[in-house]
């Protein structure tokens, strides 16, 4: 059995697959211009500039910190930093996209378990919080200056508390 069928799978995939899944019943012709391709990226992709995506909104993504929460030590928190790079408008319009998509906490860890049970990643999502941390803004600090840069980079951390499930732990014995 290969190493990535024993290491538990990180809870950004699943997250990452929803969230798309959403934008794609928001806009079908957005997802269209993608052909086929999940604009999340783990950890950088600066090696490939912008000529993949040809000016288009695209995520790049890590994972900051996980802890146990409580004594109850199946319960895990983690936090995911994402980093959003687009033009202005596509920057706020996706900003805004993510926050609506995301911004339910419980209901929406319920909505991404139903998402992924078909596919079995054996994480349980307990609930799903988002957070816009930064986004860069001209040398004044009062508003983004699309002369001195095309590209904006806004910054969210979601914060999930999850647990692997019974699947999970059965693959992990063997």
């Known amino acids: ?3 990535k069928d024993l290491v538990p799978m990180p809870p950004a995939v ?3 697959r929803y969230l798309w899944s959403k934008i794609a019943e928001l806009d ?8 086929g391709i999940l604009p999340f990226f783990p950890l950088g992709e ?3 500039g912008d000529s993949p995506w040809d000016g288009k909104p695209s995520v790049v993504y ?3 910190m996980v802890i146990n929460p409580n004594p109850f030590y199946p319960i ?3 936090q995911v930093h994402y980093a959003l790079k687009a033009d202005p408008t596509d920057s706020l319009i996706w900003g805004s996209a993510f926050q609506y998509i995301l911004d339910e906490m419980d209901d929406v860890a319920k909505e991404i378990n139903a998402y992924s049970a078909w596919k079995d990643y054996g994480i349980f999502f307990h609930n799903v919080r988002l957070f816009q941390t930064s986004t860069q803004v001209s040398s004044s600090g009062a508003q983004r200056n699309y002369a ?3 590209f904006y980079v806004t910054k969210f951390i979601i914060d999930t508390t999850y ?3 019974d699947r999970m732990a059965q693959k992990l014995m063997v």
């Open 14 to 16: 699943p997250i990452n």
């Open 28 to 35: 079908p012709d957005l997802v269209i211009d993608y052909e």
């Open 62 to 64: 890590d994972r900051m």
């Open 148 to 150: 001195t840069s095309q």
């Open 46 to 48: 600066t090696a490939a």
């Open 76 to 78: 895990k928190k983690e």
């Open 1 to 3: 059995m290969a190493l």
């Open 163 to 165: 647990h692997y499930n």
